[in-house]
Antibody, heavy 123, light 108 residues
Framework: EVQLVESGGGLVQPGGSLRLSCAAS????????MHWVRQAAGKGLEWVSG???????YYPGSVKGRFTISRENDKNALYLQMDSLRGGDTAVYYC?????????????????WGRGTAVTVAS | SYELTQPPSVSVSPGQTARITCSGD??????AYWYQQKPGQAPVLVIH???ERPSGIPERFSGSSSGTTVTLTIIGVQAEDDADYYC???????????FGGGTKLTVL
């Protein structure tokens, strides 16, 4: 079964850092674009970052310069390094797979999701 | 900034048809995707590329596109369809991903 499992969430103080990980299994990880999406309690979904199969990265303005997405294809792993964290970053963070095998165009549909890992930024 | 606009809520009785719209300027140029999310669960893809249904998604779910609006239609709504629904697409570059604000579908 295709699966994504996030880890690394927890409580961190404002201004601190946290690194999230996502372990992928049962598909050819290196062939897919990957994403992080977050959801604050009671709020909607917010795209946080994406990385192409070739390693190209994309961010919204709200996290650009603070968050870094990366991948290790030989470990089937996706990461999100989060620095300068703020209270507004408190959310459940989901790892998700881009729709379809990468074809050169960034795949922004998300066909497989993990169960999420919770991040709380508070003093 | 580019946005996708959805109605906050839609209510229907069981067996009726629910339609959830999503509007955005780049939708004529970018595919839309729809997700269903139930409380405490991760989102599930129910429609991809405007109107395609993934395997395992019931036939009562369908999608359509017209100009700057895409629509998720559920024909013969069932109690289990009570959930939040999100549309998703990208800007004209295809590199900035965004979600609509979500629509709470209530099955009366």
């Amino acid at each position: 079964e295709v699966q994504l499992v996030e880890s690394g969430g927890g409580l961190v103080q404002p201004g601190g850092s946290l690194r999230l990980s996502c372990a992928a299994s049962e598909f050819t990880f290196s062939s897919y674009d990957m994403h992080w999406v977050r959801q604050a309690a009671g709020k909607g979904l917010e795209w946080v970052s994406g990385i192409g199969s070739a390693g190209d990265t994309y961010y919204p303005g709200s996290v650009k310069g603070r968050f870094t997405i990366s991948r290790e294809n030989d470990k089937n792993a996706l990461y999100l390094q989060m620095d300068s964290l703020r209270g507004g970053d408190t959310a459940v963070y989901y790892c998700a797979r881009g729709f379809g095998v990468s074809s050169g165009q960034f795949s922004y549909g998300l066909d497989v999701w993990g169960r999420g890992t919770a991040v709380t930024v508070a003093s | 900034s580019y946005e996708l606009t959805q109605p906050p809520s839609v209510s229907v009785s069981p067996g009726q048809t629910a339609r959830i719209t999503c509007s955005g300027d780049a939708l004529p140029k970018r595919y839309a995707y729809w997700y269903q999310q139930k409380p405490g669960q991760a989102p599930v893809l129910v429609i991809h590329k405007d109107s395609e249904r993934p395997s395992g998604i019931p036939e009562r779910f369908s999608g359509s596109s017209s100009g700057t609006t895409v629509t998720l239609t559920i024909i013969g709504v069932q109690a289990e369809d009570d959930a939040d629904y999100y549309c998703q697409s990208a800007d004209s570059s295809g590199h900035y991903v965004l979600f609509g604000g979500g629509t709470k579908l209530t099955v009366l």
